[in-house]
């Protein structure tokens, strides 16, 4: 009898054990899958900057002026994500943190154009329809100087 009694609390400890350790998943806030009551990460998270990577065409709107360009945004180390913005003149690069399921902030960094150093930043966000809508501010000496707008799709 007691002997029965035995292996029965003995099975019964090894079994809580075996399953109390063993919640696996996605560990990391970021994620569309992140499990908050997982104590293992098992290497299935699906970052949410990665729902924004590839290249957009659209229109990149300053004032009065419009443009047709390709924002190819790229991965970055931890949260961050690179813009590159392709005009038929050039390139503008910035990076942008994603802050949230589906949009990003550009902290302010300095830029130059046309031997002029200017600081931009920026919000933007990322449509259910994969296309993507930022605003970027350019600032000179602490001034405002333009707000530019880029509404695209992959």
């Not at 090894?14 to 696996?24: D, V, Y």
């Not at 047709?68 to 949260?79: K, N, P, S, Y």
Request: hydrophobic fraction near 35%.
């Amino acid at each position: 009898m007691y002997r029965r009694i035995y292996y029965i609390a003995v099975f019964a400890c090894i079994l809580f054990g075996l399953t109390s350790c063993s919640k696996e998943g996605c560990m990391t806030p970021q994620s569309e899958n992140f499990n908050p009551n997982a104590k293992k990460d098992d290497g299935s998270c699906e970052l949410w900057k990665n729902r924004f990577l590839g290249n957009y065409i659209g229109i990149w709107k300053c004032n009065a002026d419009q443009k047709d360009i390709t924002v190819t945004v790229a991965d970055e180390e931890g949260d961050n994500v690179s813009l590159l913005l392709t005009f038929s003149d050039g390139s503008h690069h910035l990076i942008a943190k994603v802050n949230a399921k589906n949009s990003f902030k550009i902290e302010e960094q300095p830029y130059t154009a046309a031997g002029v150093n200017y600081t931009a930043s920026g919000i933007g966000v990322l449509n259910t329809n994969s296309t993507i809508t930022f605003e970027c501010k350019y600032m000179l000496n602490g001034f405002e100087t333009e707000t530019c707008t880029f509404n695209g799709s992959k």
